[in-house]
């Protein structure tokens, strides 16, 4: 079955430190790539997508993701971390194969240190 | 922008009564779906729609239904509601396969 695996359920950091949270899945086949952040508070919205193309895509606020066909990985990226990060990500993969469904990970829980 | 309303944010029921969380969409999209939100289990589909009139069982569909008579609007049912229901409860919409979807505020239901 299709899966999508976030490394790290919970990562504090301080400000202006480096974010890396990671995301595998397991699927074979051509896949679309979503990051979508949950800020306290909001709603759950896009952060960045890839369909295809260059690999390293760019979202909003900072964030970029690198798409590594080989490693089945799409671990999402910032250079420099805000206190305003504060929030929690999720990674999801969708196949043509499957119809589209969105396979979900489990979330990962970031906090920003002032 | 896309606009996804739920219809609360905040609901208390007891076991045993009937639920309806509703939820709106004002883009015209084809597909939508409802998720409950635990945590540390991500997001887990409970039924989706990609057509008036058409439902389709999600990975978790046991103790909820689900209408759309109309296009913009997806409503989850919760026959007799148990206390393992509480939870966030997510609507989503999209405007095709594979798009990204837009959510709703979401719903805490709570079930005493």
């Known amino acids: 079955a299709q899966s999508v695996s976030q490394h790290n359920h919970h990562v504090i950091l301080s400000e202006a430190a480096s974010l890396e949270l990671g995301c595998n899945y397991s699927y074979g086949g051509t896949v679309n790539l979503f990051w979508y952040v949950q800020y306290p508070g909001q709603h759950l919205q896009l952060l960045l997508k890839y369909f295809s193309g260059d690999p390293l895509v760019k979202g909003i606020k900072g964030f970029e993701a690198e798409f590594i066909k080989s490693k089945f990985s799409f671990n999402l990226r910032k250079p420099s971390v805000q206190w305003s990060d504060t929030a929690e990500y999720f990674c999801a993969v969708n196949a043509r194969d499957s119809n589209y469904q969105l396979i979900w990970g489990a979330g990962t829980k970031l906090i920003i240190k002032p | 922008d896309v606009k996804v309303t739920q219809s609360s944010r905040y609901l208390v029921k007891r076991t045993g009564e009937k639920v309806f969380l509703e939820c709106v969409q004002d883009?015209?999209?084809?597909?939508m779906f409802w998720y409950r939100q635990d945590p540390g289990l991500g997001l887990r589909l409970i039924y989706f729609?990609?057509?008036?009139?058409?439902?389709e069982k999600g990975d978790i569909p046991e103790g909820y239904s689900v209408s759309r008579e109309k296009k913009e609007r997806f409503s989850l049912i919760l026959e007799s509601a148990s206390t393992n229901q509480t939870s966030m409860y997510l609507c989503?919409?999209?405007?095709?396969?594979?798009?990204?979807?837009?959510f709703g505020n979401g719903t805490r239901l709570t079930v005493t």
């Open positions: 989503a919409s999209r405007s095709s396969a594979g798009s990204p979807l837009h």
């Open positions: 883009m015209d999209h084809e597909n």
């Open positions: 729609s990609y057509d008036v009139k058409m439902k």
